[in-house]
């Protein structure tokens, strides 16, 4: 099976690609499974783009394409939420509104976006800080969001922030920041949550996908068996990528599974 579960449409503020066609591009690719997440930020800092979700339209249109495609591929909903330590009440608020409104996710990320009013995707984050400061700053951020929110399956692409450093990885190991991050997977692992393995880094020209392979072999390491795949697509042509180079990784790592879900509930898949 392929199953990518990290995926964004137009209905997130920061792709153009419609719907329609993102599941026309899986369909060609020979997807079985595909979940939409789109971006869900609150207090995102950036005027130029919207991070908000119409969460009634999203779901009218996912089960348009539900009805539509059947099972080729077969869709579900998911969200990427946007986390800041401030947040944790606000996200949860909005979750159960939601449901209470009838929209029931079946998969949700947690993502770390925003480090101290700043994206790493912006130069401004990069001003006043070299690298490794500034990756150290990110995580601290990262395991205080973990510590304020507990409504989310995975974590997505842990190391985010190396994808936009000015000097790529160069300055990014498991090594440089292992008490950071085994205070992070471990404290994922006593929540019971999962991370992805995020083929974005390679698209965004790393040499590895994010999260690297040494915190993906040291999540195994801990425990960790919940694992998604996803290419963090905002253009077609993403969909999917590199995913056999990411089920090759995820062996060498010790994974003998990968995971989907539906309806919140964890569903492992040979690879």
Same mark, same amino acid.
């Given at each position: 099976?392929?199953?990518?579960?990290?995926?964004?449409?137009?209905?997130?503020?920061?792709?153009?690609?419609?719907?329609?066609?993102?599941?026309?591009?899986?369909?060609?690719?020979?997807?079985?499974?595909?979940?939409?997440?789109?971006?869900?930020?609150?207090?995102?800092?950036?005027?130029?783009?919207?991070?908000?979700?119409?969460?009634?339209?999203?779901?009218?249109?996912?089960?348009?394409?539900?009805?539509?495609?059947?099972?080729?591929?077969?869709?579900?909903?998911?969200?990427?939420?946007?986390?800041?330590?401030?947040?944790?009440?606000?996200?949860?608020?909005?979750?159960?509104?939601?449901?209470?409104?009838?929209?029931?996710?079946?998969?949700?990320?947690?993502?770390?976006?925003?480090?101290?009013?700043?994206?790493?995707?912006?130069?401004?984050?990069?001003?006043?800080?070299?690298?490794?400061?500034?990756?150290?700053?990110?995580?601290?951020?990262?395991?205080?969001?973990?510590?304020?929110?507990?409504?989310?399956?995975?974590?997505?692409?842990?190391?985010?922030?190396?994808?936009?450093?000015?000097?790529?990885?160069?300055?990014?190991?498991?090594?440089?920041? $292992? =008490?950071?991050?085994?205070?992070?997977?471990? !404290?994922?692992?006593?929540?019971?949550? +999962?991370? #992805? &393995?995020? @083929?974005? *880094?390679?698209?965004?020209?790393? $040499? =590895?996908?994010?999260?690297?392979?040494?915190? !993906?072999?040291?999540?195994?390491?801990? +425990?960790? #068996? &919940?694992? @998604?795949? *996803?290419?963090?697509?905002?253009?077609? =042509?993403?969909?999917?990528?590199?995913?056999?180079?990411?089920?090759?990784?995820?062996?060498?790592?010790?994974?003998?599974?990968?995971?989907?879900?539906?309806?919140?509930?964890?569903?492992?898949?040979?690879?």
């Amino acid at each position: 099976m392929t199953a990518d579960y990290h995926l964004h449409s137009s209905f997130s503020g920061d792709s153009e690609t419609c719907p329609e066609t993102a599941v026309r591009t899986a369909f060609e690719k020979g997807l079985d499974l595909m979940c939409f997440t789109e971006h869900f930020d609150p207090d995102y800092p950036y005027p130029d783009v919207s991070m908000e979700l119409d969460v009634s339209a999203y779901f009218s249109e996912m089960r348009r394409l539900q009805n539509l495609f059947g099972s080729h591929p077969e869709i579900r909903i998911g969200a990427e939420l946007g986390i800041q330590p401030h947040l944790g009440t606000f996200l949860q608020n909005w979750l159960t509104a939601c449901e209470a409104d009838g929209f029931h996710f079946d998969f949700l990320i947690a993502s770390t976006h925003i480090a101290d009013r700043l994206d790493p995707y912006y130069p401004d984050f990069w001003h006043s800080r070299n690298t490794r400061q500034a990756v150290g700053r990110f995580l601290d951020i990262t395991l205080e969001n973990i510590r304020s929110f507990d409504n989310f399956d995975v974590y997505g692409h842990l190391d985010y922030i190396v994808r936009y450093a000015p000097e790529q990885e160069r300055f990014f190991s498991y090594s440089a920041h $292992a =008490e950071q991050i085994d205070a992070i997977l471990r !404290l994922l692992l006593d929540k019971g949550k +999962g991370i #992805e &393995i995020n @083929t974005g *880094g390679w698209k965004a020209g790393l $040499a =590895e996908p994010n999260p690297c392979r040494d915190v !993906l072999r040291r999540y195994r390491e801990l +425990g960790g #068996e &919940i694992i @998604t795949m *996803g290419s963090d697509a905002h253009t077609p =042509e993403y969909i999917g990528y590199r995913f056999e180079d990411a089920k090759e990784l995820l062996r060498y790592c010790g994974f003998r599974y990968f995971t989907v879900f539906r309806e919140r509930k964890a569903e492992f898949i040979s690879l």
